[in-house]
C-alpha cells in the first residue's frame, strides 16, 4: 500500500527527491514517516510530517539538506534530500502511522540511495 521509489546512485553534493505513493486506501489523516537502514546499521528516522503537512522532526544530520513535504491530492509523501553524503547511502523506507500511535503500521518496500565520494 506504500511503494517508495526515487532512490539510486549520486555523487557527493547531489540531490536525490524520494516519492512514496499510497494506494488501496487513502494516508491523509496519517502521520507519514521516512526511515533508512545503512548496511551493519540500526534503521533510524529521518524525519516525519503530519497530516496536515507539519514537520515534526528531523534526525539532526539531515536538518538543512532533507525536506519532507505531502501532497494530499495525490496521496503521496516527498523526500527531497540536497548536498548528499556518503554517509547517507542506506535504504530508505516511508512509513506510515495513526497519530498518537507509538507503532508505524504500514511500510513501503524501500528504495536505494547510493552517495558515491
Known amino acids: 500500500q506504500l511503494q517508495a521509489c526515487g532512490g539510486g546512485l549520486v555523487q557527493t553534493g547531489g540531490s536525490l527527491r524520494l516519492s512514496c505513493a499510497a494506494s488501496g486506501r487513502t494516508f491523509s489523516s496519517y502521520i507519514m514517516g521516512w526511515f533508512r537502514q545503512a548496511p551493519g546499521k540500526e534503521r533510524e528516522i529521518v524525519g516525519t510530517i503530519t497530516s496536515i503537512g507539519g514537520v515534526l522532526y528531523y534526525e539532526d544530520s539531515v536538518k538543512g539538506r532533507f525536506t519532507i513535504s505531502r501532497d494530499k491530492a495525490s496521496n503521496t509523501v516527498y523526500l527531497q534530500m540536497n548536498s548528499l553524503k556518503p554517509e547517507d547511502t542506506a535504504v530508505y523506507y516511508c512509513?506510515?502511522?495513526?497519530?498518537?500511535?507509538?507503532?508505524?503500521?504500514?511500510w513501503g518496500q524501500g528504495t536505494q540511495v547510493t552517495v558515491s565520494s
Open positions: 512509513a506510515a502511522k495513526v497519530a498518537g500511535s507509538r507503532s508505524y503500521h504500514y
